[in-house]
């Protein structure tokens, strides 16, 4: 436990918070470190700290590599990654990212080491695009082998695993990755506070295979957090009318809306009407570069103890820390909600929180799951810090068995993928002409395509929807394609490209609004 106890205590010097005892995470420590071959699911609220479990094995794998040589954390997000790299940095000084448009980076060789979903497949495939076009001319492999060998040796954390398990084009391959990582023996950690039964049959399932150590770690009655925050006042309450209505200028308010084009219209209308200064108004969302993002959080930081109002999209449920008196937010399927909830009420000294949930558009989410959640949110009283409160409402959405879960995976696209993962011979030259196929036949990889534009020298990810939408304002330009960009195929063929690692720059060459971000 020195390791666990170093990490705490670097951690609250750094943050200015007084420790405080998570027996949780100090059970996960202990059974990680101790076990021969573990596979941990760690079900905790938002809130409970787990990333302290992810900086604490790091800091123990520098003294004793037995049983991992490092850890990777993989994430759903690049605004989660950002900030946990910024704790990381100041607090220990040894982790480094990876992921798209960042560091240069081709090994996990860091104590600590944080990524994407994506990246972290595209490692485990050997293929590095970045690489593409000299793999792809047989004048070189790419670092394949090299890249998934430091996996191999790694403890791997997935954490907010939630994310990846609903987003249907990412869902495949991250049954493949589990089930490779497994097959080989790699200590797995998921963390998330929203995990269906079904989802954890599934994992349970693969371990079970393998002869791990399963184990599932929820906190216990007596938990300092659970206590602490049962405590707290929550009142969850629905309604129709305008998000704005409900907002309270004496107090902390957060508007989570779930599409950016609304945040940005709200944010106009709230700027002259809400009764709060202009500077106290504050918008992020996924479409701003990451300094906009750093500079907006900053803000919100030093507002964080009186007036404010922070419109944002899903890019506020994680990766930004920050406490609200209020929050309406649109509906959302209960996992996503649980995540918004986490902001409210959130710090220790808070007594109360108000939520109202506005009867909105489902998109872009599942109509039946939005639904379903509304309809038993109103029937039963939940405390969004217990999870023993919502635990049947999170499976009744997202999945009683095993089954239900399994259903959206392509077993075909699967069996691929693994094959790729698992196959001595198949070197980054033979991947990447599988993939290339593959996805030629239409058959995403990784999530939805995204581009990655370059604003000033920082990247946005955008859709190929918006690629098309700023093209055609004359708002970006696409170096290296050799297509015009007619229309919405175009934009998608751009998106393959670029997924596969064509050299090609998308550039936004308009003037970037400091305020709104791209819109």
């Known amino acids: 436990m020195k390791a666990y106890r170093e990490a705490l205590k670097r951690l609250a010097e750094v943050k200015g918070f007084k420790p405080e005892r998570r027996p949780l995470l100090e059970e996960a420590f202990d059974f990680l470190t101790s076990s021969d071959r573990p596979f941990l699911i760690l079900n905790a609220p938002t809130g409970y700290g787990k990333t302290l479990l992810s900086f604490a094995l790091a800091l123990h794998s520098l003294g004793d590599a037995s049983l991992f040589d490092r850890v990777i954390h993989v994430l759903p997000m690049r605004s989660i990654i950002e900030d946990i790299q910024r704790t990381a940095e100041e607090t220990f000084g040894f982790s480094r990212t990876k992921m798209m448009g960042s560091s240069g980076e081709f090994l996990h060789l860091f104590p600590l080491n944080i990524t994407t979903a994506d990246t972290f497949t595209w490692d485990l495939l050997k293929l590095n695009t970045k690489k593409r076009h000299r793999i792809k001319a047989g004048k070189e492999f790419g670092y394949d082998y090299l890249t998934q060998a430091s996996i191999l040796t790694s403890l791997v954390i997935f954490d907010e695993a939630h994310f990846l398990l609903e987003d249907e084009s990412m869902v495949t391959a991250f049954d493949a990755v589990v089930d ?12 998330t506070a929203t ?3 079904g989802h954890r049959e599934l994992f349970e399932g693969y371990a079970k295979k393998n002869g791990y150590d399963f184990r599932i770690l929820t906190p216990k009655e007596g938990d300092p957090f659970i ?32 599409t950016v084009d609304r ?17 106290k108004v504050l918008l992020i969302h996924g479409r701003m570069t990451p300094g906009h993002k750093r500079s907006v959080i900053e803000r919100l930081r030093e507002l964080k103890n009186g007036e404010f109002l922070l419109i944002g999209t899903q890019a506020i449920e994680a990766g930004v820390d920050f406490s609200a008196d209020v929050m309406v937010t649109d509906a959302a399927p209960i996992n996503s909600l649980l995540q918004r909830f986490g902001r409210v009420a959130r710090h220790g000294g808070d007594k109360k929180g108000e939520i109202i949930i506005i009867d909105a558009p489902p998109q872009p989410y599942s109509k039946e799951k939005v639904g379903t959640t509304l309809k038993l949110l109103k029937e039963k009283g939940i405390h969004p810090r217990v ?13 009683e068995k095993r089954s239900n879960v399994t259903r959206i995976i392509d077993r075909s ?10 196959a001595p011979e198949k070197r980054a030259p033979d991947v990447l002409s599988v993939i290339e196929t593959m996805m030629a036949e239409g058959k995403p990889i990784m999530r939805s395509f995204l581009i990655p534009l370059s604003v000033n020298g920082e990247i946005v990810p955008i859709t190929p929807k918006k690629l098309l939408e700023l093209y055609s304002k ?5 170096e290296g394609s050799g297509r015009e960009i007619k229309d919405l195929n175009d934009a998608y063929l751009v998106a393959k490209d670029i997924a596969l690692g064509r050299d090609i720059n998308v550039v936004f060459v308009g003037e970037y609004d400091r305020e709104r971000g791209i819109v």
């Open 413 to 422: 696209h699967k069996a691929k993928l693994l094959n790729l993962m698992k």
């Open 180 to 191: 490779f990582l497994t097959s080989n023996g790699v200590p797995v950690v998921v963390m």
């Open 387 to 399: 999870p023993g409160t919502y635990q049947d409402i999170v499976s009744a959405v997202h999945g």
């Open 474 to 478: 004359g708002l970006l330009s696409v």
């Open 195 to 197: 995990l269906s039964r």
């Open 227 to 258: 206590e602490r925050e049962l405590g707290k006042e929550f009142s969850i309450s629905f309604a129709r009318d305008d998000h704005l209505k409900f907002v309270d200028p004496e107090k902390r308010n957060a508007v989570i809306v779930n």
């Open 263 to 279: 945040a940005i219209k709200l944010y106009e209308d709230a700027k002259n009407d809400i009764g709060l200064g202009r500077e």
